[in-house]
């Protein structure tokens, strides 16, 4: 089993519309976690952290839920400069290690 | 402005050549880390490195060496024994509860 393991994709939705992805991770022992943003053929950017009790910033909303082991991203009222690749990522320390693992991620196309 | 810095951006190299990408960074940290994304793919991660002169294999390290020798400088060198090198390679560093990330290097084998 995969680490990280995140939604295909190619998710393509409407202009206004609202869209969710998830990302399950397999360590129970991992610690943070962020959502970044890949626009093509370029390096990610920091999108937001993730906390257990949600964090929120204008319409993007993303969520950790330890229990199933999964991280969440909700964009609401979507635009087109959504448009993008969203890549999760998971930290795990490992005696002072730290390793970041990244999912697949989900490419997302918003149609006007 | 703080930052990572890797060159060259765009890279050929003739099969049976090896190749080394740069990766700088002023950000005094302690973590860094090569990742390898091939199109449509995710990151993959080669190596990776806490501190000077002491680094770790990531899950697809074959085929790669790097160095660490001063705390600014991860240098990661492709080889010959890399069977299929072509594909867009990133630097990042950890520090802070933060990712950084270099612009990105392209290598192409022709």
């Known amino acids: 089993r995969k680490e990280v393991e995140q939604d295909p994709g190619p998710f393509n939705v409407p202009e206004g519309a609202t869209v969710a992805f998830n990302c399950t991770y397999s360590?129970?022992?991992?610690?943070?976690f962020f959502w970044y943003r890949q626009d093509c053929r370029k390096e990610p950017k920091l999108l937001m952290s993730?906390?257990?009790s949600g964090n929120e910033d204008g319409r993007f909303t993303a969520q950790l839920n330890r229990a199933s082991q999964y991280i969440s991203l909700l964009i609401r009222d979507s635009k087109l400069s959504d448009s993008a690749t969203y890549l999760c990522?998971?930290?795990?320390?490992?005696?002072?290690?730290?390793?970041?693992?990244f999912g697949t991620g989900t490419r997302l196309t918003i149609i006007p | 402005d703080g930052g990572i810095t890797q060159s060259p951006k765009y890279l050929f190299r003739k099969e049976g050549q090896n190749v080394t990408l740069s990766c700088e960074q002023n950000?005094?940290?302690?973590?860094m880390y090569w990742y390898r994304q091939d199109p449509g793919q995710g990151l993959r991660l080669i190596y990776y490195?806490?501190?000077?002169?002491?680094?770790q294999k990531g899950d697809i390290a074959e085929g790669y060496s790097v160095s660490r020798e001063k705390k600014e400088s991860f240098p990661l060198t492709v080889t010959s024994a890399q069977k299929n090198p072509t594909a867009f390679y990133l630097c990042?560093?950890?520090?802070?509860?933060?990712?950084?990330f270099g612009e990105g290097s392209w290598l192409t084998v022709v």
């Open positions: 990522v998971v930290i795990r320390s490992n005696f002072g290690n730290e390793k970041l693992t």
């Open positions: 360590n129970s022992a991992s610690q943070s």
């Open positions: 993730v906390y257990s």
């Open positions: 950000l005094n940290h302690d973590a």
């Open positions: 490195s806490q501190i000077v002169n002491d680094f």
């Open positions: 990042a560093t950890w520090g802070g509860n933060t990712i950084y």
